[in-house]
């Protein structure tokens, strides 16, 4: 009979524990870690809008960075994070977040958290991957004037120069001229001609900027771009155009 008690207790409290993990997940919004063994790890990172203020965000942690490794959604989202790594073990927090998770090769991990405050949340690697470990870092930017999710493909190139520092790709005012719309466009330069942005335009632009500066812009800084990577920089372009 005593037994019978203790056994009938015990149900009771596993269930009250139950029952407070369960609210507290739905007061706060936030997922608790979990490893999701019927979902095969990804190879390529990407943001997908799932609906108003939805958000599935796949990471995926490789040395030294995430992908993607910088996201842009608007306040009040709530965001769905699978994690995976190409390589090593890696680790996943999102600073001021209870986002904290493992990357563990051959698994998904898996959270669910809500971005009520705007600002930049920092997305950092907390598990030794290697000499570049302190390096490895990501940025969710939550903003109301986010542009939409920048698609994975466009990015490596653009990231890679710093382009999208001061160039927006969406239209959206800049240090630079955005990127949209710019292929193909006339452009008025600052000693009053104006010129069309086709191939040679960008790609003078890109190594000589001072060459021909769009009027009401300053001249960027020159950088240094290979060809290759010239190329894929005007392609992106015409892309965005
Ligand atoms: Cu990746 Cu440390």
Redesign the pocket.
Known sequence: MLEKRILIAATIFALAVAGTIAMTVRMFGIGVPTCLTDVRPFKDGKVIEQGPKRYEIHYV?R??RFDPPDIDIPPGSTADIYLSTAD?T??LQIVGTNVNLMAVPGAVNFARVKFDKQGDYLVV??????AQ?HN?AGRIHVAPTAPQVVKQEEQPVLEKYGCTACHSIDGSPSPGPTFKGLYGSKRTLANGMIVTADEAYLAESITKPDAKVVKGFDAMPSIDVPPADLHAIVEMLEKLK
């Not at 690697?125 to 290697?130: K, L």
């Open positions: 942690a040395m030294w090593v890696h680790g690697c907390n598990e030794y991957c290697g470990h490895m």
